[in-house]
């Protein structure tokens, strides 16, 4: 049940929970406590270059509030990793994982809004230290993942599927939201490091330009996902960050996201390796057809399977038994280069062998499926 400080509370007594919780640097605590109050009213001094304050659009941010108990164990890990003198990078670059989540060409947005989307990022956290960049873009057409709510079936669904990487890549998940939501993030210590719920989610809209108040949606869930705190009801989309949010940011983000910088190909071995495509797969400039196959795999009701195209051409995506019958056609269109993936909803099917046949151009790849009721 939740508490009923959360929404009761008014924003002077917030404060007092930040002060009192998380750590400020001694010498300027005047300066923390108003920009704790700052962060909390959407208002934040600027470190550095001033950044003109965009539109006064209403921005609604789904991040939940923390409980007062999770802030005293959050305040207590920080007072021992302080103890413990760890040294720690102060910044780093963050690779960021897309997920564009369609239906019916509601909620697609261009390659050139995610790259905005990044350059908006390096400038609001120049100031920190950390800087962005785009590890990887996947495109999904699944109108069930639309209008999702934070902690929903949907929500935990969809990113069960897509997550690449949690503790090593920031996951952005694109789609249409519900409850009228402009975003929510996980905060650091909600999940373990490498959990598939970590990550932001944007509504579409966000990235369209046309509310300038909206435009830095990203950034501001971004700054929750670093570990500073949400504000009640409506806030303000930029992040302003001061000296005090990167202080914080500075000393939680070494404690719940340790591998955050850790480069991923030194993590292999523990990672899920990527299948090899078959001989032909490789076009004469070099690039490669990937079929990464299902997850999960093997699967009770619904899987995602994962592939690559190296330019953009006619590409079909259709499940058989094991008997050569046809069973579902997830994919049958012209596809643009880069990622992809189909969901394969198995109602109705009994339990089984499936084959996974991906045609893209002259190139046929086969995975095989493990349906268990």
Not at 22 to 35: Q, V
Not at 330 to 342: E, F, I, K, R
Request: glycine letters at 10%.
């Amino acid at each position: 049940m939740t508490p009923p400080f959360r929404l009761r509370l008014p924003v002077t007594a917030w404060l007092m929970v930040l002060v009192a919780v998380l750590p400020f640097p001694a010498a300027a605590g005047a300066e923390a406590g108003r920009s704790a109050l700052d962060f909390l009213r959407g208002r934040r001094p600027v470190l550095g270059a001033p950044m003109t304050l965009v539109s006064r659009s209403t921005f609604i941010c789904g991040t939940r509030a923390p409980s007062a108990s999770e802030l005293e164990g959050v305040r207590a890990a920080l007072a021992r990793w302080r103890e413990e003198d760890v040294a720690a990078a102060q910044g780093g670059t963050i690779r960021v994982a897309f997920h564009v989540i369609a239906a019916r060409g509601v909620g697609q947005v261009s390659d050139a809004q995610l790259a905005e989307q990044i350059e908006a990022l390096n400038h609001d956290f120049g100031p920190s230290g950390y800087r962005f960049e785009i590890s990887s873009v996947d495109r999904t057409e699944e109108p069930g993942w639309l209008n999702m709510t934070p902690g929903s079936g949907r929500e935990r669904k969809a990113k069960q599927a897509l997550a690449i990487d949690p503790a090593r890549h920031l996951n952005i998940y694109i789609c249409g939201l519900g409850a009228s939501l402009h975003g929510w993030s996980s905060l650091p210590w909600s999940e373990p490091e490498g959990h598939y719920l970590h990550g932001v989610v944007l509504d579409y809209a966000t990235l369209s330009g046309d509310e300038p108040g909206l435009a830095r949606a990203a950034s501001h869930e971004v700054a929750h996902y670093l570990g500073l705190l949400p504000a009640e009801g409506a806030e303000t989309a930029v992040p302003l960050l001061g000296g005090a949010d990167i202080e914080r940011m500075h000393q939680v983000v070494p404690v719940y996201h340790p591998s955050l910088f850790t480069d991923p190909a030194a993590a292999s071995a523990i990672g899920t390796p990527e299948i090899s495509p078959q001989a032909g797969a490789e076009p004469e400039d070099g690039h490669v057809l990937s079929y990464r196959g299902a997850f999960p795999n093997p699967f009770r009701a619904e899987t995602a399977l994962r592939f690559t195209l190296p330019i953009s051409e006619p590409v079909s995506l259709r499940i058989y038994s094991v008997t050569g019958q046809l069973v579902r056609t997830l994919v049958d269109a012209t596809l643009p280069a880069g990622d992809h993936s189909a969901m394969f909803r198995a109602d109705g099917l009994p339990s089984g062998a499936y084959f996974a046949v991906l045609k893209a151009g002259s190139v046929q790849m086969s995975r095989t499926l493990m349906l268990i009721r």
